[in-house]
C-alpha cells in the first residue's frame, strides 16, 4: 500500500516518540532498582556490622544454639532483617527465622557465596532468589570474634519484595502514560500532519493547474518557514513563467511584423517587374533596387536573430585573447564616421592614457560597441555630438557611448534592450533598423562577463555604459 506524506509524517513521529517513551521506560527502572539497591545494600552493610559486634560480645559458648538463637530473635527486631549465625566450619548456631528444632536439621552454610566471600575478604554480600520467599533476597555478612579468636560469621538478609511491588506498580504507571502520551502525540501529530499536508496539497494543486496553463493561480501562504519560502518560489515561478509567455507571444507577433514588411516588399516589387516593369529601363533598377534593400533587410534580421539564440543558449565559444583597445576604438569611429557626418554629427573618441590591453574576445566587443554606435548615429538628433569612450578603473575599463540627441523616454527604459522593441515605432522602421541592436549589444556584453546600463534624461541625452574585467 503506497503511504502519503500525511501518513508517513505521522507514522513517524508517532514512531519517535514510542521510541522514546520505551527507551525511557527502559533505562529508567533498571536505575531505580540500582539506586534503591544501592542503598539499601550501604544501610545493610551498617547493620551487619553492628549485629556481628552484638555477637562478640555473646560470653555463651559456640556449641549454645539456645543462647544463639535466642540473640538472634532478638537483634531480627532492632536490625529489621533475618538474623544468622554461622559458624566457621558452616553451622547454623542460630537463626531469626527458625526454630530450635528446625535450627538442628538446617543445612551446612559454609558454601554459601556470602559467607565464602566474608571468610575470604572479611565481608561478603550476594543477592539471589528466594526458593521459599519467591522474590530477590540482599545478603550481607560480617565476621565475628568469641574467645578473642575469629568464631564465624554474622549475616543479615533482606527482601527485596518491596522494590520489586514498586518497580512493577511504577512499571504499569510508565506503561499508562506511554499509551497517554502515545494518545496525545497522535492527536498533536495527526493535527501538524493535517496542516502540512493541507498546505503541500494545496501547493501540489497549484502547481498542477500551472502545469496545465493556468499561470494566474496562486496558493494561500501564511508564516515564514520552508513551506511558505516554496509557496513564494512558487508565486515568482508562475510569474516568471507569465513574462515569458507574454515575451514569446510579443516575440512571435514583432517577428512575424519584422519579416512581414520585407518580404512584402519583395514580392510587391516582384510582381510589379513580372508584370512588365522588369522591360522599363527607368522602373525595372529602382524595383530590383528594392528587392535587394529589402532582402538584405530580412537577412540582417534573421542573422541576428540567430546570434541572439547562440547567446541566449550559451552555445557561441568565445576567444579570449590579448586585446589592444585604442586601435579597436579608433577603428570604429573610422567606421561610423561617414554616417555621422551625413546627418551632421560629431563622433568624439576618448580613450583614457592608461587603458591599454584588456583580455576579451575582440570581435564580440567589437560587434557590442558597433551596435550602440549605430543605435546612436541612428536615432540622435541632426547635429547631436556622440561619444565613444574607455577609461580605467582599476583592473577594469569603463566603455561607454553617449549622445546629445533627444533622450529616452522614462516608461520605455526598462524595455528597450527587448528584441524587436521600439521606442518611436515608426522612426525606427523608417532609419531601417532591425529592433534587435540593444539586445544583441546587452547579450554580447553579458557573454564577455558585463552588465550593458543606460542612462538617459529626456531633451539631453542618453548613455549606454558597461565594465569589463581582465577574465
Excluded: C
Aim: aromatic share 4%; hydrophobic share 45%.
Amino acid at each position: 500500500m503506497k503511504l502519503g506524506i500525511r501518513a508517513k509524517l505521522f507514522l513517524l513521529i508517532l514512531s519517535m516518540v514510542a521510541l522514546a517513551l520505551v527507551a525511557a521506560q527502559v533505562a529508567l527502572l533498571p536505575a531505580l532498582d540500582r539506586a534503591w539497591t544501592e542503598r539499601l545494600r550501604a544501610d545493610l552493610s551498617i547493620r551487619t556490622e553492628l549485629v556481628a559486634r552484638e555477637a562478640a560480645s555473646l560470653a555463651a559458648p559456640l556449641d549454645m544454639l539456645a543462647a544463639w538463637d535466642a540473640l538472634a530473635d532478638a537483634l531480627a527486631t532492632s536490625a529489621l532483617a533475618r538474623v544468622t549465625f554461622i559458624r566457621s566450619d558452616g553451622r547454623v548456631l542460630g537463626d531469626s527465622e527458625l526454630s530450635l528444632e528446625d535450627l538442628e536439621r538446617a543445612p551446612d552454610h559454609a558454601t554459601r557465596p556470602e559467607v565464602l566471600e566474608s571468610m575470604r575478604l572479611g565481608h561478603g554480600e550476594a543477592l539471589r532468589e528466594s526458593a521459599t520467599l519467591r522474590s530477590r533476597m540482599l545478603y550481607m555478612t560480617a565476621p565475628f570474634t568469641h574467645a578473642g579468636e575469629r568464631a564465624g560469621t554474622a549475616r543479615l538478609a533482606i527482601s527485596l519484595a518491596e522494590i520489586d511491588r514498586t518497580l512493577t506498580h511504577l512499571t504499569y504507571l510508565v506503561l499508562i502514560g506511554t499509551l497517554v502520551a502515545l494518545a496525545i502525540a497522535a492527536l498533536i501529530s495527526g493535527a501538524v500532519t493535517h496542516l502540512i499536508s493541507k498546505r503541500i496539497w494545496g501547493m501540489t494543486r497549484a502547481a498542477r493547474a500551472m502545469a496545465e496553463g493556468a499561470l494566474e493561480t496562486r496558493v494561500q501562504i501564511s508564516g515564514n518557514d520552508e513551506l511558505a519560502a516554496l509557496g513564494h518560489s512558487l508565486h515568482h515561478l508562475a510569474e516568471n513563467l507569465s513574462h515569458a509567455l507574454a515575451v514569446r507571444r510579443d516575440f512571435v507577433a514583432n517577428v512575424s511584423h519584422e519579416l512581414k514588411t520585407p518580404i512584402a516588399g519583395i514580392r510587391s516589387a516582384a510582381e510589379t517587374l513580372a508584370n512588365g516593369a522588369l522591360n522599363d529601363a527607368v522602373a525595372a533598377p529602382r524595383f530590383l533596387a528594392i528587392v535587394e534593400r529589402e532582402a538584405t533587410r530580412l537577412q540582417s534580421i534573421v542573422e541576428e536573430l540567430l546570434e541572439l539564440s547562440q547567446l541566449e543558449s550559451s552555445h557561441r565559444a568565445l576567444s579570449r585573447s590579448p586585446t589592444p583597445i585604442r586601435p579597436l576604438l579608433s577603428s570604429l569611429v573610422t567606421q561610423y564616421e561617414p554616417h555621422a557626418q551625413r546627418r551632421y554629427q560629431r563622433l568624439v573618441l576618448s580613450i583614457g592614457k592608461d587603458v591599454d590591453v584588456l583580455h576579451t574576445d575582440r570581435r564580440a566587443l567589437e560587434r557590442a560597441l558597433s551596435n550602440l554606435l549605430d543605435n546612436a548615429t541612428k536615432y540622435a538628433d541632426e547635429g547631436a555630438t556622440i561619444t565613444l569612450s574607455a577609461t580605467r578603473t582599476d583592473a577594469s575599463v569603463l566603455f561607454g557611448v553617449g549622445d546629445t540627441g533627444p533622450g529616452i523616454e522614462p516608461a520605455h527604459l526598462s524595455r528597450i534592450f527587448e528584441r524587436f522593441y521600439r521606442a518611436d515605432i515608426g522612426r525606427s522602421r523608417a532609419l531601417g533598423g532591425t529592433g534587435l541592436g540593444l539586445s544583441l549589444a546587452k547579450h554580447l556584453v553579458e557573454s564577455l562577463g558585463g552588465h550593458l546600463e543606460v542612462e538617459s534624461t529626456v531633451g539631453l541625452g542618453t548613455r549606454f555604459s558597461f565594465v569589463l574585467g581582465n577574465e
